[in-house]
């Protein structure tokens, strides 16, 4: 079972929305669409579902085109970020009702329902209305009822975006295990990259309404193909900065300069641009061999735990995450160090030369 967008594109009224895109998914994956809001994953799946007809290329349902079919003809089932359930009808009925809809007995009914409801944790609630539930049961429920469907594609939109942080974390952990025996093909939208990382299997990033990497999610991760997926598989988005290879040396744009060690030792000589996320910020030098930058504090933002700090280098706006609240005055300059195996190499253009050497080993 695979489904197969063929150069599919979307354009509304002149503008753009999904560019020629390719993909092949899989019977039993997981594949997550990683990108900002408006860089096309709702369009995207749109296509994928029926729910919209490409304006140019085809999708094909385990080798038939089903370009232009009917949703309603099409096993799919979709859960979207604001979830909706049947507000006068209990959760038994919620679940049950696309069963009905396909004609199914009372009794395969019943069973579906019942072991939907028990994955999902819902059994002592299904005499219960929506509008009694919480939020997470609220969506919860919704789940079930895309479950039960037994579709062969099974779309979630940015499902756990308006849930509870400990609830989403629980979610997040239990949805690949719930449906990983339905055997559907799973894709599933998020603005998060750590989310995609929770999540696991296959990711697509997406810029701009292009697909611009398509692969394991560790490896579209560690090993970006270019600096735009490793702006989107970032958050905060890597940090860059202009860099130039003469011999033995890297200078970097303010100037300063280090031997060309490690992964720099086998650049060409010529210009390029390194790019490190923001977790690779310190502010204290911890090892030996450590690069620094000067730097100047413009804002800082505590998360609890943890402490973003948003630096000027000169005229380069980076951020840091560095572990601890700090105490640090705004406004004053700030040195900042870099393990040079953080560092990924781009060329001018973009396109990946060297990636991180501590990914290289992971």
């Known amino acids: 079972m695979t489904l197969e967008l063929r150069s599919v594109s979307k354009v509304v009224d002149g503008v753009t929305h999904i560019h020629p895109t390719n993909l092949t998914l899989n019977k039993g994956t997981m594949n997550v669409l990683l990108g900002a809001t408006s860089s096309g994953k709702?369009?995207?799946?749109?296509?994928?579902a029926g729910l919209d007809v490409p304006t140019t290329g085809r999708v094909f349902w385990d080798g038939t085109d089903v370009t232009g079919q009917r949703v309603q003809d099409r096993k799919v089932a979709m859960v979207y970020q604001q979830f909706i359930n049947y507000p006068s009808m209990n959760v038994?009925?919620?679940?049950?009702?696309?069963?009905?809809?396909?004609g199914k007995s009372a009794q395969e009914i019943d069973?579906?329902?019942?072991?939907?409801?028990?994955?999902m944790q819902l059994s002592p609630m299904l005499d219960r209305k929506p509008l009694e539930l919480s939020g997470g049961q609220q969506q919860r429920c919704a789940l079930a009822r895309a479950l039960v469907?037994?579709?062969?594609?099974?779309?979630l939109d940015e499902p756990l975006a308006n849930l509870d942080y400990k609830l989403r974390e629980e979610l997040r952990v239990e949805i690949p295990k719930i449906f990983e025996e339905a055997g559907s093909i799973f894709v599933y939208a998020t603005t998060e990259p750590e989310e995609a990382l929770l999540l696991g299997g296959n990711t697509a990033a997406l810029f701009e309404g292009k697909v611009t990497q398509f692969d394991l999610t560790p490896t579209v991760y560690r090993h970006p193909i270019d600096a735009t997926t490793a702006r989107v598989f970032s958050d905060p988005p890597m940090n860059f900065l202009n860099i130039v290879k003469a011999g033995n040396q890297i200078t970097f744009g303010d100037g300063q300069s280090t031997g060309a060690s490690g992964e720099f030792?086998?650049?060409?000589?010529?210009?390029?641009?390194?790019g490190f996320r923001p977790n690779h910020v310190e502010i204290?030098?911890?090892?030996?061999?450590?690069?620094?930058?000067?730097?100047?504090?413009m804002v800082t933002e505590l998360t609890g735990s943890e402490t973003f700090i948003h630096l000027d280098h000169h005229g380069d706006?980076?951020?840091?995450l560095v572990h601890g609240v700090h105490s640090l005055e705004l406004g004053a300059p700030l040195n900042v160090y870099l393990d040079p195996s953080h560092v990924y190499i781009f060329s001018e253009t973009g396109d990946l030369v060297a990636p991180a050497s501590y990914a290289q080993a992971a």
Not at 42 to 48: D, G, I, P, V
Not at 111 to 119: E, F, Q, S
Request: proline share 2%.
């Open 42 to 48: 709702t369009s995207l799946m749109r296509l994928m």
């Open 92 to 102: 038994y009925n919620n679940i049950a009702s696309p069963l009905r809809l396909m």
């Open 111 to 119: 069973v579906a329902v019942k072991k939907a409801a028990d994955l």
């Open 149 to 155: 469907k037994d579709a062969g594609l099974v779309l």
């Open 265 to 274: 030792s086998t650049l060409a000589d010529g210009r390029y641009v390194a």
């Open 284 to 297: 204290t030098q911890k090892t030996a061999g450590m690069m620094t930058f000067a730097t100047r504090l």
């Open 317 to 320: 706006k980076w951020v840091g």
